[in-house]
């Protein structure tokens, strides 16, 4: 019972940290104001929004028993759905890496 209880507050946990990032990758991306590392940020910060809600989706998921994505779009639709969001978080993210390794290089 008492690990249940700790996994179920370590879960709750998650998600304020996870926004909080989210916030803070939005921030640096909107300092960076655009050019090569500003589009990098603005790429990984739009993945990891897209990797909050994701993980938010879990927990409700996991603690009330309710899949969003297949009560809105049902069961096939609903797993290709989340299948997508797991493929743009990577694809925005890699695509921030990319640019900002660019940069870094100076290419």
Excluded: C, D
Excluded at 20 to 27: S, W
Excluded at 53 to 58: N, S
Excluded at 74 to 102: D, E, N, P
């Amino acid at each position: 019972m008492h690990a249940s209880n700790m996994n179920y507050w370590f879960g709750m946990m998650e998600l304020p940290f996870l926004f909080i990032a989210v916030f803070f990758a939005f921030l640096t991306a909107y300092a960076l104001r655009g050019g090569r590392f500003g589009k990098g940020m603005t790429f990984m910060a739009w993945g990891f929004l897209v990797m909050a809600v994701g993980h938010l989706h879990m927990q409700v998921e996991h603690y009330y028993g309710i899949n969003i994505l297949k009560s809105l779009l049902g069961s096939l639709s609903g797993s290709i759905a989340w299948f997508g969001a797991l493929i743009l978080t990577w694809g925005l993210s890699g695509l921030g890496f990319w640019s900002i390794y660019k940069a870094s290089r100076g290419a």
